[in-house]
């Protein structure tokens, strides 16, 4: 445990698992109050009692990040509960479905863009709201991919994503410093999670 963050509050979301999990592990050993979120209710709440049983704190607050409400009812709660937000980790995701640009199915584009940026895009949007209420700044984490700057095959909704990410957080980054508030994205290469072993 350090107190690098000691008294902030931050928001991890994807939390349950792979690099979300140990992204909330590490906050809360750097002395932040972390708030886990995902739709994996039962693994979400193992990693809020690993947290705990290291000495940190943690809460979990289930949210599907492909419905509005539910963002901005995860916002209001940790507002409402924590009184502030110092940090966000914008890292919820779902993988590609392996498929050529020709073969897939609306449906398949839009779940992965609706999670994978439109997502992101919400999340940011009521984060901001929140930080900008309190006055005082914070700082943004977007899990974008190696795959936001260059293209593989069987991946076009993927990378169609991954690369808004990259283009709303400059945007944002660009929208917000002024104000204190930073964004920044992650661009990660092969990490061994479950995602990327089933998926
Ligand atoms: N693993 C890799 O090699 C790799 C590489 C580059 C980028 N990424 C990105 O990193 C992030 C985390 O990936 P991971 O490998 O840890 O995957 P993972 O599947 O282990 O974790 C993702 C988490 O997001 C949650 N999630 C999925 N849909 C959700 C939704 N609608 N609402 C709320 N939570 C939801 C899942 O339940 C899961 O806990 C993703 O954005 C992914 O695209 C992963």
Not at 51 to 74: C, M, N, P, W, Y
Not at 102 to 107: I, R, S, Y
Not at 173 to 179: C, L, M, N, S, V
């Amino acid at each position: 445990m350090s107190d690098e963050l000691s008294g902030k509050v931050a928001l991890v979301t994807g939390a349950a698992r792979g690099i979300g999990q140990a992204s909330a592990i590490r906050t809360a050993r750097a002395g932040a109050n972390v708030v886990v979120s995902d739709i994996l209710e039962e693994e979400g709440g193992q990693v809020v009692e690993m947290i705990k049983e290291a000495g940190g704190a943690a809460t979990f607050v289930r949210a599907d990040l492909s419905h509005e409400e539910e963002i901005s009812g995860l916002i209001n709660k940790i507002t409402s509960d924590l009184h502030r937000l110092d940090g966000a980790f914008n890292n919820a995701g779902v993988l590609q479905h392996g498929k050529s640009l020709h073969e897939l199915a609306t449906e398949e584009w839009e779940k992965v863009i609706n999670i994978d940026l439109t997502g992101v895009f919400l999340c940011m949007k009521y984060e901001i709201m929140a930080m900008l209420d309190r006055g005082v700044g914070g700082a943004i984490v977007n899990t974008a991919s190696a795959l936001g700057q260059v293209a593989i095959t069987g991946a076009s909704e993927y990378i169609a994503a991954k690369h808004g990410v990259l283009g709303i957080t400059r945007a944002a980054a660009a929208e917000y410093g002024a104000k204190g508030i930073r964004v920044n994205a992650i661009l990660p290469g092969i990490v061994e999670t479950v995602a990327r072993q089933t998926g």
